[in-house]
């Protein structure tokens, strides 16, 4: 749970029960889980909207799936190029090295 292990999250509750209390301690949780649930509400309005933008233009879901492969797709094409472009460069220098270095290594 957000990275936090057992051991700190008693002291964290240790440090907010001295802080504010038993009897503010419930009210500040009552206070938190309304917030969390105002904030997954926004979240699900938000997503709903662009869903609603998005067909209302002519995407559905499966059209902006297909979009966002075509993306991811290109994306992975070019790191493959860049990645075999640099391997290839070591490749290379690598050759390089060996021919520089093959009669100093041959001499000693």
Same mark, same amino acid.
């Given at each position: 749970? %957000?990275? +936090? !292990?057992?051991?700190?999250?008693?002291?964290?509750? %240790?440090?907010?029960? #001295?802080? %504010?209390?038993?009897?503010?301690?419930?009210? +500040? *949780?009552?206070? #938190?889980?309304?917030?969390? *649930?105002?904030?997954?509400?926004?979240? @699900?309005?938000?997503?709903?909207?662009?869903?609603? !933008?998005?067909?209302?233009? !002519? %995407?559905?879901?499966?059209?902006?799936?297909?979009? =966002?492969? @075509? +993306?991811?797709?290109? +994306?992975?094409? *070019?790191?493959? @190029?860049?990645? !075999?472009?640099?391997?290839?460069?070591?490749?290379? =220098?690598?050759?390089?090295?060996?021919?520089?270095?093959?009669?100093?290594?041959?001499?000693?």
């Amino acid at each position: 749970m %957000f990275g +936090i !292990g057992g051991g700190e999250l008693v002291f964290i509750l %240790f440090v907010v029960l #001295m802080l %504010f209390g038993s009897d503010k301690v419930p009210e +500040i *949780a009552r206070t #938190m889980g309304k917030a969390m *649930a105002q904030l997954k509400n926004a979240t @699900n309005d938000i997503k709903s909207e662009i869903q609603k !933008g998005a067909e209302a233009n !002519g %995407f559905d879901a499966k059209s902006l799936d297909n979009i =966002t492969g @075509n +993306i991811n797709s290109e +994306i992975e094409k *070019a790191k493959t @190029n860049l990645l !075999g472009d640099a391997s290839t460069q070591l490749e290379k =220098t690598k050759e390089e090295i060996d021919t520089i270095t093959g009669p100093i290594k041959r001499q000693i």
